[in-house]
């Protein structure tokens, strides 16, 4: 039986019985549920000690500590309800399944179930204790000294043990073994994520492609283990933990048997949808008695959803000038200084559904580094529409500092304030760009570019165009102001360190 014979029949056919894997059950839940007990009645006993051994805040006068001490309430007599809190939290948290987060899940991820799960348990607690013993005295500070030093101490205990976990994976420590099966755009964009961010606790261990040749140089350093035939042969040693389906939608008919390949060797999988270049975060699925019906989202920013981000626009843009003026004064008497030219550079960019608007930054390269953009065209390191070179010749010294801090774009607060730009969108592309679009390009341009966005704390200069417009495709289509506060909020750290920019 040759290859393509047996590419089309099922594996228990085609094959000799795979070895079922049994999936290996992580202890990591109940371990950390057992931890998580432990700091819920060590920040309850911590919320005891505040309130009534060193009585904090102080009495004001000695009547009220007289009262206070007749009114003294042994830590025994919280013991029930700090074991009622801490069942109470360990459903919660089981339930909004803080236990079964992502790998990939960051610290504000695990902090908002925390958060939030503590103040609905904190909010029972109270209802239960006034109303199981309303003749006794329970001080109601020591709840809400409750809610802080519980929420701190998992929120902290979730920090540490992700920022620990992150440590291994850059080391190559316990990561997950990932095969990869596609060798087109989709694929070979999951492979260099993979590759690019070791932080995520994944190990590339090759890919499965029917073409022997990569399709581009950019694939040459990954490493080609077979056909796609071959998944089953490849799950065969037992050393593979995850395999990323990422096939061209022309290949989707190949979907049914490759996922059963992958349940029947007990391996973990996920399909990267290609649905004629459609992003995945585009798809809106429903049901018809069971026949699921995929459409199209709509983009969310629409109607009050528009006022409310306009008005948190406005809002930190007035916060934010007082310091920002001055700083912004400084730095262009600085680029004056540095280089020959004006200290701000104008340019023409797209703004929402297409309308072009002049965007303001600090000038960071020599007056005629527009004239000389062509003589340049072959160093460029960017894809897609996009030009940037990562030693850039036209860059002044003074230029090179602002890019890498993003300081050369605070005069954008201007557009923000003129209601061109947003503080989270999109980046404004140049007519130029948009004139290389692909038609699902254009989807980002359905909402107000931004001085930041997802792809900006994801990775910057350093993850390809066409993952920069999903994730803005994303962003249209899902945006919260939580979406934007968070987005600003790590931000900060991604400037401070310069990582991707250039």
Known sequence: MNKSTEATTTP???????????RRIAPSGVLMAIVDTCLILLGFALAYWMRYVIDWPPPFDQLVREVQAQNFVPLSAFAPFAILLTALLIVQFAMRGLYRMPRTAGVLDHASIIV??????IAILIVVVFLYKPSEFYSRLIFAFALVSISTLLVGGRAVLIGLRRWRWVRGIDRERVLVVGNTGLGREVMESLVAQ?????????????????????????????????LDVCLRGGDIDLVILAL??????RLPELVDI?????????????LYQLSFDRIDIGNLSGIPLIGLKEVSLRGWNLVVKRTMDLALTLLALPIVFPLGVMLAIIVRLDSPGPAIFRQRRI????RPFICYKFRTMVVDAEERKAELAALNEADGPLFKIRNDPRMTRVG???????????????????????WVGPRPATPEEVAQYEDWHYRRLTVVPGLTGLSQVLGRSDISFDETVRLDIFYTENWTPGMDLRILLQTIPVVISGRGAY
Do not use: K
Request: net charge positive; charged share 25%.
């Open 12 to 22: 228990s056919v085609a094959h000799p019985p795979l070895p079922i894997r049994r």
């Open 116 to 121: 939030g799960s503590t103040t609905t348990g």
């Open 198 to 230: 070791p932080d995520l606790g994944y190990a590339l261990v090759g890919f499965l492609d029917d073409r022997e040749t990569p399709l581009n140089r950019r694939t040459v350093h990954f490493r080609r283990l077979g056909p796609i035939s071959d």
């Open 248 to 253: 061209p939608f022309w290949e989707h008919h």
């Open 262 to 274: 992958c349940r029947y060797a007990g391996v973990e999988f996920r399909v990267v949808p290609d």
């Open 351 to 354: 703004g929402r559904d297409g």
């Open 400 to 422: 090179r500092f602002l890019r890498r801090y993003s300081l050369d774009e605070l005069p954008q607060l201007w557009n923000i304030l003129r209601g061109d730009m947003s």
